[in-house]
């Protein structure tokens, strides 16, 4: 069974990086099929897509956080990171990681079929 | 890219039906057939539940059904449960392989 592990500081200062890791266990990162994305929700809100990266390095980021957001394939530990930077206190939110179905017998997905628990990164000094 | 628009809130009893509207644009809901639905209880991560519009994941139970007309997707909870109690998220494609995700819906089981 595939299973996701966020890990990283639970604590931020402001203007500082906020980094993750997600480690993917009980099935290969370098899978054809999957993209790996994170995914954030500020306490009490809605989910917000932040990005995906593909075991190959190719990534994509949601527009609006795209001049902060770095994500990262480290295919030999089976794992994915993510940095956001300059953060501030709308930053604090429960982050998620989880595996994008993407493509398959010819066709397209698109759809998280799994995640991991979350995290949650509170941004204060 | 704007979040798709859910209500806030929805209620049913024991064993009635429920429907959740997820409303984008031609660049997203209505533009593809990639809406996934999930759905969340407190302090846990999201489940797949609905994708495709109205495909099921193994082992979702077919109580839960997704629908699409124009710009708006739907998902319809059949004989409510108490344990179908959650908040519901629609997704969809955006486009050059962006992803939205809809406002978030309390579904309520009166």
């Known amino acids: 069974q595939l299973q996701l592990q966020e890990s990283g500081p639970g604590l931020v200062k402001p203007s500082e990086t906020l980094s993750l890791t997600c480690t993917v266990s009980?099935?290969?990162?370098?899978?054809?099929?999957?993209?790996w994305g994170w995914i954030r929700q500020p306490p009490g809100k809605g989910l917000d897509w932040i990005g995906n990266i593909y075991y190959s390095g190719s990534t994509y980021y949601n527009p609006s956080l795209k001049s902060r957001v770095t994500i990262s394939v480290d295919t030999s530990k089976n794992q994915f990171s993510l940095k956001l930077s300059s953060v501030t206190a709308a930053d604090t939110a429960v982050y998620y990681c989880?595996?994008?179905?993407?493509?398959?017998?010819?066709?397209?997905?698109?759809?998280?079929?799994?995640w991991g628990q979350g995290t949650l990164v509170t941004v204060s000094s | 890219q704007s979040a798709l628009t859910q209500p806030p809130s929805a209620s049913g009893s024991p064993g009635q039906s429920v429907t959740i509207s997820c409303t984008g644009t031609s660049s997203d809901v209505g533009g593809y057939n990639y809406v996934s639905w999930y759905q969340q209880h407190p302090g846990k991560a999201p489940k797949l539940i609905i994708y495709e519009v109205s495909k099921w994941p193994s082992g979702v139970p077919d109580r839960f059904s997704g629908s699409k007309s124009g710009n708006t997707a739907s998902l319809t909870v059949s004989g409510l449960q108490a344990e179908d109690e959650a908040d519901y998220y629609c997704s969809s494609y955006a486009g050059s392989n962006n992803l939205v995700f809809g406002t978030g819906t309390k579904v309520t089981v009166l």
């Open positions: 009980g099935g290969s990162i370098s899978r054809s099929s999957y993209y």
């Open positions: 989880a595996r994008l179905y993407y493509y398959d017998n010819s066709a397209y997905k698109y759809y998280f079929d799994y």
